[in-house]
């Protein structure tokens, strides 16, 4: 009876262990990014080790988030964009820019590890801060033309502010 009474407990236990927090991701081809590359583009690689897009050149809608995986605040925003995606994707284009990592593979870590299941670049040189400045995280939301709609620096707080956001700056009702 003691042996039963301690099973259970355990497995009562084990139920009640917070679950992890990271969530399987999987690095995601850019092939599908539309993108128009010109002589003066900033043409970036993608985070799977293949060609990029010329991030100047991304037609939309689309939604550009700039992130590297030493930013805390980044991490924090992913939940968001997480949940965004599965309610955006097939209406708007969401788009990762890996910036100042140490390797490509601190990059690919993050994905796997934070659950981004939307194609990322990767910005091996810092050539992008000429398009995207210093300074993470930041989201660009991209007009159907390719110009920039808004600029929004710092962390999304929540998804309802970039359904908003999605919807003021690019007119796609989510």
């Not at 927090?21 to 539309?34: L, T, Y």
């Not at 043409?43 to 991304?58: E, H, Q, R």
């Not at 930013?71 to 924090?76: I, N, R, V, Y």
Request: charged residues 20%.
């Amino acid at each position: 009876m003691k042996r039963l009474f301690i099973a259970g407990m355990l497995i009562l236990l084990m139920g009640c262990s917070s679950p992890s927090k990271e969530i399987a991701g999987q690095v995601i081809s850019c092939s599908g990014i539309r993108s128009i590359s010109t002589e003066k583009s900033i043409d970036l690689g993608c985070l799977d080790g293949t060609v990029g897009a010329s991030i100047d050149g991304i037609k939309g809608p689309a939604i550009i988030n700039v992130w590297g995986s030493w930013c805390g605040p980044c991490k924090e925003e992913m939940p968001i964009l997480r949940s965004f995606y599965r309610k955006a994707e097939g209406k708007v284009a969401l788009i990762g820019v890996d910036v100042e990592e140490a390797s490509i593979e601190d990059g690919r870590s993050f994905v796997e590890n934070n659950g981004i299941n939307w194609p990322n670049l990767f910005d091996s040189d810092g050539r992008s801060r000429a398009y995207f400045g210093m300074g993470v995280p930041v989201t660009w939301f991209i007009s159907a033309d390719g110009s920039v709609a808004y600029k929004h620096i710092g962390v999304l707080k929540s998804e309802i502010e970039l359904i908003s956001l999605t919807s003021q700056h690019l007119g796609v009702k989510l």
